[in-house]
């Protein structure tokens, strides 16, 4: 599986981290080309760099680890999204975290899907904080990442991307209950900032 991870912020370089770290084949995609390559300077060089559209034609799966205000004009203006897997990790929230920004009737991973019609969009990781994604912060702890998307194949690639990375990857139904957990990541976030349980906050389903 070819991963790019498109971002270099919190979550993007957290991805790549360990991502590099477990073995996995990665390209990182940014708009600064000196942040993605002090990243990957850090890592020994490992993770080849390039521009966005370079990064996303280079790849099968794709980290959108972007504010989702900029994702759809990001993917408005790249060729060759037919067949790619998109990763959408978003919690679509205001700029003070303290509301989302849509809901109940759509979500932000069906709104991601309908500007990339010929991709194929996973929700994932959206209630996992940036501070959880290095395995070290998370040991001693199982994990659930909830998977949602409507094609089971990529679903599936997206699952086996978390279990490589030490999660429980959970299915989480269709794209469309990326309405119920991109929720669920804005309570995660209400935890985590502002009822004071800090960043290593994370939802988890249990049954007998
Ligand atoms: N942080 C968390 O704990 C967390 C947890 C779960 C989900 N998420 C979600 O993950 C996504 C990334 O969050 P984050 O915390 O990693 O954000 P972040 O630290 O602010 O990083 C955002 C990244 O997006 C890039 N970017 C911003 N605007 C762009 C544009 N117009 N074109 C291209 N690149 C652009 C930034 O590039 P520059 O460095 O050049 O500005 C940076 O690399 C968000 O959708 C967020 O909701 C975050």
Redesign the pocket.
């Known amino acids: 599986m070819k991963i790019a991870v498109i971002?270099?912020?919190?979550?993007?370089a957290g991805f790549v981290r360990e991502l590099v770290g477990r073995g996995a084949d990665v390209i990182i995609g940014?708009?600064?080309a000196a942040?993605a390559e002090a990243l990957a300077a850090e890592l020994g060089g490992k993770p080849r760099v390039a521009d966005?559209a370079a990064a996303v034609q280079a790849a099968d799966v794709i980290l959108l680890?972007?504010?989702?205000g900029?994702i759809a004009?990001?993917l408005a203006g790249l060729k060759g999204l037919a067949g790619k897997v998109l990763v959408d990790?978003?919690?679509p929230?205001t700029a003070d975290f303290q509301e989302l920004l849509l809901g109940t009737d759509t979500s932000a991973a069906e709104a991601i899907q309908a500007a990339a019609p010929g991709a194929t969009v996973v929700k994932a990781?959206?209630t996992?904080?940036?501070?959880l994604l290095p395995s070290e912060a998370r040991k001693d702890r199982s994990l659930q990442v909830f998977v949602a998307a409507d094609d089971a194949a990529a679903k599936g690639r997206v699952q086996e991307l978390a279990r490589l990375l030490g999660f429980d990857a959970v299915d989480a139904g269709p794209l469309r209950s990326s309405r119920f957990l991109e929720p669920v990541?804005g309570m995660n976030i209400h935890f985590g900032y502002f009822l004071g349980w800090g960043?290593t906050a994370a939802p988890r389903w249990e049954r007998t």
Do not use: C, D, W
């Open positions: 971002g270099t912020g919190h979550m993007g940014a708009r600064s942040k966005i680890a972007l504010p989702y900029v004009e990001t990790l978003s919690n929230v990781f959206n996992i904080f940036a501070q990541g960043p």
